[in-house]
């Protein structure tokens, strides 16, 4: 992990500097033309973001930052890993992102198990106080920030960002309703910004290098880089930064190392839990929101999961929704009620006590958990991969029926 | 009671949020996790009293987190990851193995009251499949000689 | 008038920034929701209510919205009974049920549970969940609500009321995902005043009526009639429900302007004096030594007898009706009447009324007290004298962005959630004069605790500090002057400030400081509102009749009491002859001659003038056991039946006092009929009638006449909804739950349809009396000032005979400042022995900060004052318990 002086020798907080010559609206500016949109899953303008935020002196204050790094979704670690191994540059981008909506205080919210994440930002905190990056009047520009590191005691729904405001004003961390957006009442009820821990740490290099430049390491429409990750039966799990719209196929075989000595690939989930499969045929796919979107999946938060021809992919998702079922937040009925018997329905289909209509349940589901019918977008997520697993697995789903269990669990047992 | 080294910690707590004492509270129970391993009644009692809150308004914000633990758990808890990558790579072999060679069942504390058992939701570690957390430490890359080197060392 | 198009065809609907469901519920649409409560707005959480909208008439596959959470909008294509959104709606219910036990046949809320009516309504029939239900521990709530966790459907509404509308905190939601759990944080009472709301609350059977539990009965084989509350002066209507000849319950009457949904539990659990073992149920006559059941023949004999005797005097009662009063009145002569009081709580009254009409503003309705901007309270503790008002000035306390603020904000005005998380509890002004502690003390902006004329002082210096033609306050302290400089600014700036000011304190001087107040607040210009607090159901009835005095009625040989309970035997120890009209056998009972069992609230009919000058009628809601009769019914029989029906009396009563002229409107007359039918007090579905009385006779019993309504009790009569003020029980097809008032409503949430303000007292922009300044209160050496501390459960004497709210009584006490304590040298818990004009009270001894220097708070209700309060007395400790 790089200390300041080593971050600043190798051109940290030349972004700030940069940022703290310029106006709020110029900043934002920088970043609405770079076209970096949000890592935290749900791919919106950076920049136009910040742009709801009232400025000026007839604004009302005090306002905020909060950094989202609860990253809790399985298949997901690219932000601790950006926060272990880099921290000053995740602070570099909070005290540009906050001048760029003239916020006077910044929370890092972060999930409890990430704790050797959370003392090297602490630390880098500290660093950073002391050298005058952040504080009273930072580098004599008048603007002045602190940020304090909130760290979580577990729940996703506390990474959807305004559960994560309910969480940090001490409340049960239930979502809000949107309209209205944390932007014009959000944390104490102030203009607040949610943002990624990724994204931010996009920032400080838009701002030292330019819009142009962060577009070009793009091959795609989608400014910069990307944390890609894979995870699964691969042979070389792990995370790596790749221009924006690198194909699948180059992350798994080029950085992943491919498929592990006696497994085939079968699908994937590009971009954690809450995504819908793709399968092999869709390796040629290059990771950017508008081709994952077109076919039929979300980028989310580019980590991969492998599926592998020796997982049985209805156990798989009884791991998956046994996840969203236990995390659900328990504040709707679609979601509170409709997660636990999808679960239920996947352990009958495993335990061989499944029946046909069970098949047309989780379908049913799969439509009624769906955006807009639930109050926050974590059942609606939950709902992507039992969906395209309905769809491109439906014959596994039938042989638990028809073989009265799971053939994998039969074949472990021969 | 709190001792008054678990007061001042929560009282720093309520001041580092500023006017906004109900903040401060799931860091008020940690505090007292910290020490105790788990938050009693008496304990959040406390904590209501020192944040101007009443138990049940700080009740309903502690039993919605599953990491603060409302009831006794032994002396190191380990929470085994049971989401997807590590469902992939190894959860059922390593629980199996604690099961079979250390005594551990989930959701329950072993009778000398050294270790519990909890399964938690993917640790961010799928890189490192399969994982846990140990005390508030991650450990990645486990298999069942690592699991009991690891877990010898907690006694 | 905007237009919206439902299911393809148009409708007209009334009213800017409501939501798309209340619209629906409005035009009649069957919409089902459970998250959603008209008073306490949309959260979006259960997503029962979703409809679809379509952009444009192309659009043909529209899009699922929650009703509650959409704002209706002038155009707006929407549709209820699209196949899809249908659907949705019943895999709501679907969901829902997955955990519900299904228990309907023996849970408490079967037949007027909401969500039984909501899975009717969405058609969802068959169970298709196969696996197992979770279950959960219930809690011990206390002796008025039960709990039954298994039943929940996690609608939130619970907490919502209760934490978010009511501000108790001892009520929340544990866990998270299908392990919500509502409760308390450990068995116990539940603290709110208002807990028993949570029973209409809660759409499911998790909050149930544990005293209706106990001698329990169905919905439908209740007779229910509309009813006004007796148990403080607030007038809150309700729905008492008999059966078999005992009362059962008593649930909230919807009245837009007074209560609206809710009501205190005082009021919801106080009536079981009703039912008590104490009540007189047949004429008593003395012989001898001893009382002794007698006809009525004999008894109205006797009567007369006593009656001729001697000088008389009728002494009549603020908890009486206005008709059984003015009945007395006519028995005895005006000049011979007394109005029950003694002189000095009169006066109070008097100044009230006085007070009301030098108002020039208009009453405020409970809806405009919840909107005041700017609060000033003057010697009440809400809670405890007027528990209605305490919650709605919670809500007025609140600040709600205006619809500009909101939309700015980009908050729909019917967020609930979101207004909270906008506001963050933010408060507008609540200034509190008060003499200890109350329950507001948290919300107040500031707040002054002093004896009565200390606050009457600070009244006046707000008003000069707004009015300088008004008296100067020369010798205020520094504390109260910059406390006067804060109340005169924010009250000055507010948009809808209001005052607030009572008889509790005992005060004339604070009511005519606050009459000064308002007059100074109206020539700032800032059309002020006034609401009074009177302490008893009819004490503005009373004051408007007048009448002579408590003192110098005992004077008298001869007593004719109504409802001796509110006097004590010492009162009227002179007497030599009584004769009471009781419902209950009480003290002086026991020494009269003779006494006649007199009609409880639930057994007669009248009118109540309530503190905001209100004129309420009340319904006979079952015809007792005995010979129980109305009081004015024994006084016509005396008077040898002058008055043919209650109209008549009305009619009299109107001819005679004009003041009362308007409280003929409060409900339609006797002889009123709805499609030509009376309306009966009994649902249709009644069952087990025959049964009741079939070791007497097989064939059901003809129902008796009412010849004082247009209410039957039958089953038989009018099926069709009757004017508001004759509303028996909420009911309509489909909607058997109290939920069912939607449907009564010109729109949700608004007025019942043909509803009544029928107004006695009415602001008249009358000269305010003068208010001196009183001087600086000095404390004595040798004695404390004892003023009154009141009790929800406690000071009011009839609900005391409730068990579970003689069980939440506090024991009596005298409470006293600390340092009072110290100079007198008592200690907690040691007894102290009080001193008031001949007698003397054995008390304990609580101290307390909030109690001003020199004061002593004295438990009212729950021991026999002899004087009105405030008094000095004497106090002597040392004693040990
Ligand atoms: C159930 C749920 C969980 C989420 N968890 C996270 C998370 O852990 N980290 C994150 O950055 N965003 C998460 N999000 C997305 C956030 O709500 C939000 O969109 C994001 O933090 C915005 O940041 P960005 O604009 O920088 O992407 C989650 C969303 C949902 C619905
Ligand atoms: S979909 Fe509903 S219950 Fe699920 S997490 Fe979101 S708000 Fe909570
Ligand atoms: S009533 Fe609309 S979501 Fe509950």
């Known amino acids: 992990m790089p200390d300041l002086r080593e971050y600043a020798g190798a051109g940290g907080y030349a972004g700030l500097r940069a940022a703290l010559k310029m106006t709020p609206t110029e900043v934002q500016g920088m970043v609405k033309a770079a076209n970096l949109r949000g890592r935290g899953g749900a791919g919106f303008p950076t920049g136009v973001k910040w742009g709801a935020v009232p400025l000026g002196p007839a604004a009302r204050r005090p306002k905020y930052l909060v950094v989202n790094a609860d990253e809790m979704e399985p298949g997901v670690m690219k932000d601790r890993l950006l926060m272990e191994g880099n921290p000053h540059q995740l602070i570099e981008g909070i005290i540009i992102a906050a001048h760029a909506i003239e916020a006077e205080h910044a929370f890092i919210f972060i999930r409890l198990a990430y704790r050797e994440a959370a003392e090297r930002l602490r630390r880098a905190i500290a660093e950073a106080t002391a050298h005058g990056y952040l504080g009273e009047n930072i580098l004599g520009s008048g603007f002045s920030l602190d940020i304090r590191v909130h760290r979580s005691a577990g729940r996703y729904i506390c990474g959807e960002e305004t559960a994560l405001l309910n969480a940090l004003e001490g409340k049960r961390p239930i979502p809000r309703a949107k309209p209205p957006f944390p932007q014009t009442v959000g944390l104490w009820g102030q203009p607040t910004v949610v943002n990624n821990v990724e994204t931010l740490c996009n920032v400080p290099h838009i701002l030292r290098n330019g819009p142009e430049w962060f577009r070009g390491l793009s091959r795609s429409a989608d400014g910069g880089t990307k944390l890609y990750g894979a995870s699964g039966r691969v042979r070389r799990p792990g995370a790596w930064e790749l221009p924006m719209g690198t194909p699948l196929r180059e992350i798994l075989e080029a950085h992943a190392g491919g498929m592990e000595e006696g497994y085939q690939l079968r699908g994937l989930l590009p971009g954690g839990a809450s995504t819908d499969f793709l399968t092999p045929a869709h390796l040629d796919l290059p990771m950017d929101f508008a081709s994952v979107m077109g076919a039929g999946s979300r980028l989310g938060t580019g980590t991969i999961v492998v599926l592998d021809d020796r997982t049985c992919p209805v156990s798989l998702l009884i791991s998956l929704e046994q996840f969203f079922a236990r995390e659900s937040c328990g504040w709707c009925t679609p979601c509170r009620e409709g997660l636990p018997w999808v679960v239920r329905l996947l352990r009958a289909l495993e335990d061989g006590d499944g029946r046909q209509e069970d098949i047309a349940r989780l379908e049913e589901h799969t439509r009624l958990l769906g955006p807009g019918r639930t109050f926050c977008a974590l059942a609606p997520g939950a709902m992507e991969p039992l969906q395209s697993a309905l769809h491109y697995f439906r014959e596994d789903f039938t042989r638990h029926v028809t073989e009265r269990g799971c053939p994998w669990r039969k074949e472990l047992v021969v | ?155 | ?881």
């Open chain 2, 1 to 155: 009671m709190l001792t008054e080294q678990e007061r001042h910690e929560i009282d720093e707590e309520v001041a580092a949020v500023r006017g906004h004492a109900r903040a401060a509270v799931v860091e008020a129970l940690k505090v007292v996790q910290r020490r105790r391993g788990w938050v009693s009644d008496d304990d959040l009692r406390d904590v209501a009293a020192c944040l101007g809150m009443t138990p049940a308004e700080v009740d309903a914000v502690a039993t919605f987190y599953n990491k603060i633990f409302r009831r006794r758990v032994g002396r190191h808890v380990l929470l085994i990851c049971d989401s997807v990558s590590c469902w992939i790579v190894g959860y059922h072999a390593l629980l199996e193995h604690l099961r079979a060679r250390w005594g551990l069942e989930l959701g329950a504390t072993t009778a000398d009251d050294r270790f519990t058992l909890l399964p938690v939701a993917c640790l961010g570690l799928c890189e490192q499949a399969p994982a846990m957390l140990l005390d508030g430490e991650l450990y990645g890359n486990l298999t069942p000689a690592r699991l009991d080197a690891i877990l010898a060392t907690h006694e």
């Open chain 3, 1 to 881: 008038m905007p237009a919206i198009i439902i299911d393809g065809k148009e409708y007209r609907y009334e009213g800017e920034g409501r939501n798309l469901l209340e619209v629906c519920l409005s035009l009649g649409f069957a919409v089902p929701y459970f998250c959603w409560h008209p008073a306490m707005h949309a959260v979006g959480a259960c997503r029962q209510c979703a409809v679809k909208v379509f952009t444009d008439e192309t659009d043909t596959r529209g899009k699922i919205v929650m009703s509650c959470m959409t704002a209706a909008a002038d155009g707006m294509r929407v549709a209820i009974h699209d196949p899809e959104v249908a659907d949705f709606r019943a895999r709501v219910i679907e969901w829902l049920m997955v955990n519900h036990p299904h228990d309907c046949a023996v849970c408490d809320e079967g037949g007027e549970c909401h969500l039984q009516d909501m899975t009717v309504m969405t058609g969802h029939v068959s169970r298709r969940y196969r696996f197992d239900k979770r279950t959960y521990r219930n809690q011990e709530l206390g002796p008025f609500v039960h709990h039954e966790m298994n039943r929940c459907i996690q609608c939130y509404r619970c907490v919502r009321f209760y934490r978010d509308y009511a501000g108790g905190r001892d009520l929340e939601v544990f866990g998270a995902h299908d392990h919500v759990y509502f409760g308390r944080f450990a068995d116990g009472v539940l603290e709110s005043p208002f807990s028993g709301n949570l029973v209409e609350v809660c759409p499911t059977g998790v909050f149930t009526d544990k005293v209706f539990k106990e001698q329990y009965a169905r919905k439908w084989d209740l007779a229910t009639a509309p009813s006004v509350c007796t148990l403080c002066g607030h007038g809150c209507n309700i729905l008492p429900g008999a059966r078999d000849g005992t009362l059962r319950r008593v649930r909230n009457r919807y009245h837009h302007a007074v209560n609206g949904y809710f009501i205190c539990d005082r009021g919801r659990y106080g009536f079981q004096f009703v039912n008590s073992e104490f009540r007189v149920r047949t004429p008593l006559l003395r012989d001898g030594g001893t009382l002794r059941a007698a006809s009525a023949d004999e008894a109205l004999a006797r009567v007369r007898t006593v009656l001729a005797e001697g000088t008389v005097a009728g002494i009549g009662s603020p908890r009486a009706s206005v008709e059984a009063n003015y009945a007395l009145r006519a028995l005895v002569g005006a000049e011979r009447f007394c109005h029950g009081l003694p002189e000095k709580e009169f006066t109070l009254l008097e100044a009230l009324v006085a007070l009301m009409r030098s108002a020039r503003t208009p009453f405020p309705t409970l809806p405009e007290v919840e909107r005041a901007d700017a609060v000033i309270i003057l010697g009440e503790d809400l809670a405890n004298t007027a528990p209605r008002l305490e919650l709605a000035l919670r809500q007025a306390a609140r600040i709600v962005p205006d619809e500009l603020e909101a939309a700015a904000l980009g908050v729909l005005p019917f967020d609930d959630a979101a207004l909270r998380a906008a506001t963050q509890g933010g408060t507008h002004p609540l200034f509190l004069a008060v003499t200890g502690a109350t329950s507001l003390d948290a919300m107040a902006t500031a707040r002054c605790r002093a004896v009565p004329d200390e606050l009457a002082r600070l009244a006046l210096a707000v008003a000069h500090r707004l009015d300088p033609s008004a008296p100067a306050v020369t010798d205020l302290g520094a504390d109260a002057a910059a406390l006067a400089d804060r109340i005169a600014d924010a009250l000055r700036t507010a948009k809808r400030p209001l005052l607030i000011c009572g008889a509790s304190a005992g005060s004339p001087a604070l009511i005519a400081a606050a009459g000064q107040l308002l007059r100074a607040l109206d020539t700032a210009g800032t059309a002020p509102m006034l609401r009074v607090v009177a302490p008893a159901c009819d004490s503005m009835g009373v004051a408007l009749l007048g009448g002579i005095s408590l003192e110098e009625a005992a004077r008298a040989d001869t007593l004719i009491i109504l409802d001796s309970e509110q006097l004590s035997a010492a009162q009227v120890a002179g007497a030599t002859h009584i004769i009471c009209l009781d419902s209950l056998l009480t003290e002086i009972g026991e020494r009269a001659e003779v006494v006649l069992p007199a009609a409880t609230f639930a057994e007669s009919g009248g009118t109540l003038v309530n503190s905001d000058g209100l004129a309420q009628r009340f319904f006979q809601v079952f015809v007792p056991e005995g010979d129980i009769r109305e009081s004015w019914r024994w006084i016509a029989e005396i008077l040898g039946q002058p008055w043919a029906n209650l109209d008549a009396l009305l009619a009299e009563i109107a001819a005679e006092l004009p003041v009362f002229a308007p409280m003929r409107e409060a409900a339609p007359p006797a002889d009123y009929r709805l499609d030509g039918q009376k309306i009966p007090r009994q649902s249709p579905r009644c069952s087990g009638r025959t049964a009741m009385t079939a070791h007497v006779s097989v064939h059901e019993p003809v129902p008796p006449d009412d010849p004082d309504s247009p209410l039957a009790f039958s089953m038989e009569g009018a099926s069709g909804q009757p004017p508001a003020p004759l509303v028996p029980r909420f009911w309509a097809p489909g909607w058997n739950s109290v939920q069912a008032v939607n449907t009564f409503q010109e729109e949700v949430g608004g007025p019942l349809r043909e509803g009544v303000l029928c107004r006695v007292i009415v602001p008249a922009g009358s000269a305010p009396p003068a208010a001196p300044v009183p001087p600086a209160f000095v404390p004595r050496e040798d004695a404390l000032l004892i003023l009154p501390a009141y009790h929800l459960f406690g000071s009011e004497p009839l609900s005391l005979l409730t068990p579970g709210i003689a069980a939440l009584a506090p024991a009596p006490y005298l409470a006293l400042h600390p340092a009072d304590a110290a100079r007198l040298g008592v200690t907690v818990g040691s007894m102290v022995t009080v001193t008031l004009g001949e007698t003397a009270l054995t008390l304990p001894v609580v101290p307390r900060e909030d109690v001003p220097r020199g004061a002593g708070l004295l438990s009212v209700g729950l021991v026999e004052t002899p004087d009105a309060l405030p008094a000095w007395g004497a106090v002597r400790g040392g004693a040990h318990a």
